[in-house]
Structure formats: structure tokens, C-alpha cells
């Protein structure tokens, strides 16, 4: 079967870096997507990554490994308002869309 | 910001009753998907559509039906609602498959 998993939750402190991981088994790999989405609220997108390697955008990076089949998002200078899930999601084979359960991610002051 | 628009926002209806939620997009997408997702879970597919006249079913869709008769409209429903249907429904469309999606506000859904 085809499988994404994070980890359900993390804590992180204001100001800090904090790096969510992502491994996934899926049949095919059409690229790898981070949404972000605060509670009560629709996922907004982050990155895409298709290609190994290191993507930066501001404070976020994605990194992906198709060989191990890992990715992992990297929040710096966190801010109270980066409280939200983290959601990860694969494209496989046929262009569908696997979504993780997301990672919790909880700043504290 | 997101041209996605969801109806209603909130919704609590009787078991048994047929109810459809709405859904428009005025970016042009063809790719349009409807999600069910409920607290702390991952998204579940329930049906998407590549274009007009086009609709396929998801993981989720034996109890449900779409159309898509204009481009901008992807209206959902479900003829006979049962408590297990209480839920948050997400619509998305994007360009194509490797794009960025762009969901709704969503639909929380009460069935009681």
C-alpha cells in the first residue's frame, strides 16, 4: 500500500529552527509537496520538490531524497504564528495525490 | 488570495436529507478535487474532475456524487446524509497535477 508518514506533533520555541520530517512509500514519485495549515483553516501551499536537493524560499527550505524516499521541511526564525499543521503530500504514478496526517507543530515563547 | 469559494461555510442537517455543497473557482483551472478531512487526519480524495463533462471517483465516493458542467463550478451531493458523513469538506482546484493547489475555505458539515 502506499503510505506517507510524520510525526503527529512537535514543540518548538519562538525564534528557534525546527525541521519536520516526511518518509513516504508510494508506487511512483511525481513530486513532493508541504502545505501548511493553522487549525479551523484550508492547507496553503508551501513547496514543491521533485528533484534531490535543497529548495529555500524565505524562512522555509524542503529538502528531498527520492532515493530514501524522505523529505523534510526546515522552519527558521520561528514565529508564534508558524503554529500550525504541516502537511505532506505525494504525487505517485498516476498523479494522485497522497496526503501525510500532518505534523502539529506547537511554538512556545 | 485564493478565487475558491466554498458554500455554506457551516451546515447541520437530519439524517436522510439530500444536501449539496457548493464550490467555484474563477482562476480557469480544469483540475478540481474535493476532499473529506476530519481533525488530525490526513485529506481523503472523494472526487476530482480534469474538466468539464470529466469526473472521477476518489477513495471516498461511493456515497456521494459530482458534476461538472461549467468549468468554474464543482458542485458535490449527497443524496441521503448519515451521522458517519459529519465531517470538513475541502474543494481544491490547481492548473495541473504538479501545481500548487488552491483550496476553499471548506464546509463543516453536522449531520444529526
Known amino acids: 500500500g502506499q503510505n506517507i508518514d510524520q510525526p503527529t506533533e512537535m514543540t518548538a520555541t519562538e525564534g528557534a529552527i525546527v525541521q519536520i520530517n516526511c518518509t513516504y512509500q508510494?508506487?511512483?514519485?511525481?513530486?513532493l509537496f508541504w502545505y501548511q495549515q493553522h487549525a479551523g483553516e484550508a492547507p496553503t501551499f508551501l513547496s514543491y520538490n521533485v528533484l534531490d536537493g535543497l529548495e529555500e524560499k524565505g524562512r522555509f527550505s524542503s529538502f528531498l531524497s527520492r532515493s530514501k524516499g524522505y523529505s523534510y521541511l526546515l522552519l527558521k526564525e520561528l514565529q508564534m504564528k508558524d503554529s500550525a499543521s504541516y502537511l505532506c503530500a505525494v504525487l505517485d504514478s498516476n498523479y494522485q495525490l497522497i496526503w501525510g496526517a500532518g505534523t502539529k507543530l506547537i511554538i512556545k515563547p | 488570495e485564493a478565487d475558491i469559494y466554498q458554500t455554506p461555510r457551516y451546515l447541520v442537517i437530519g439524517t436522510g436529507k439530500k444536501i449539496t455543497l457548493e464550490c467555484s473557482q474563477t482562476m480557469g483551472h480544469d483540475k478540481m478535487y474535493w476532499y473529506q478531512q476530519d481533525p488530525g487526519m490526513e485529506l481523503h480524495l472523494i472526487h476530482y474532475s480534469y474538466g468539464v463533462n470529466s469526473t472521477e471517483k476518489g477513495d471516498l465516493s461511493s456515497e456521494s456524487t459530482v458534476s461538472r458542467i461549467r468549468t468554474e463550478h464543482f458542485p458535490l451531493t449527497l443524496e441521503s446524509a448519515r451521522p458517519s458523513h459529519t465531517s470538513q469538506y475541502l474543494c481544491?482546484?490547481?492548473?495541473?497535477?504538479?501545481?500548487?493547489?488552491?483550496f476553499g475555505q471548506g464546509t463543516r458539515l453536522t449531520v444529526v
Open positions: 481544491a482546484s490547481s492548473q495541473t497535477e504538479n501545481t500548487e493547489a488552491f
Open positions: 508510494t508506487s511512483g514519485f511525481n513530486g
